[in-house]
């Protein structure tokens, strides 16, 4: 079985520029997850997809963020503009459903200088 | 908020000895409870899970017990080897809410 798959691996951006992250969770796995993960913390939620519809989006700074899974399938989480502190790796995570295991993906370490 | 948190943040033992990694967590309707492991350049891997009704559950070396009256979760491995030195999470989350993480355990094993 496929796992989650992310890209890019690696990004460095400048502060101010717009970037963006794709994910494509396991197949048939309804729930999907972007956590942020800054040096030395545990994953931080930002937002939480059942299908395309939007569980948990409280902790994602809407001012810049955004997300999407258009197709209830693949999902891409935007900054725009990027800001020094948005410096860590974007983790996607995929599950069948709310209260199951979650598999995460290898995540994108964004450097924004 | 509530929160998930971790006793220790970093753990070192001695290779074949066994590791005992403990977490505390506050929200009393949590019902489901993750262990994940991760290595430097990955993403969190699934060790084990355990859910409320459930005070003990038993893997492939890995052990996590449940005691629901104080809210604390351990996760107990036997004969540590030089690979399982990662960073241990432990994660909760209750009905459809998303996975809360602590901070993190570093496990460091000697050889």
């Known amino acids: ?78 900054i725009q503009p990027a800001k020094l502190e948005d410096s860590a790796v974007y983790l996607c995570a995929s599950s069948e459903q709310g209260n199951t295991e979650a598999f995460f993906g290898q995540g994108t370490r964004l450097t924004v200088v | 908020g509530e929160s998930v948190g971790l006793h220790l943040p970093t753990l070192s033992v001695q290779e074949g000895d066994n590791s005992i990694i403990n977490c505390a967590y506050s929200n009393s309707a949590s019902d489901y409870f993750i262990w994940y492991k991760q290595e430097s350049g990955k993403g969190p891997q699934f060790i084990i899970d355990i859910r409320s009704n459930m005070d003990k559950r038993q893997g492939q070396r890995v052990t996590v017990l449940l005691n629901k009256t104080v809210k604390h979760l351990s996760l107990q491995i036997a004969a540590t080897q030089p690979g399982d030195s990662a960073v241990y999470f432990c994660a909760e989350n209750s009905g459809n809410t998303p996975l809360v993480f602590g901070k993190g355990t570093r496990l460091s094993v000697i050889a």
């Open chain 1, 1 to 78: 079985e496929a796992g989650v798959a992310q890209s890019p691996r690696y990004k460095i951006i400048e502060k101010r520029q717009s970037v963006a992250f794709w994910c494509n969770p396991i197949s048939g796995h309804a729930t999907l997850y972007w956590y942020q993960q800054i040096l030395g913390q545990g994953p931080k939620l930002l937002i939480q997809f059942q299908n395309n519809g939007v569980v948990d989006d409280s902790q994602l700074p809407k001012d810049r963020f955004s997300a999407e899974r258009l197709k209830g399938v693949d999902s891409t989480l935007k």
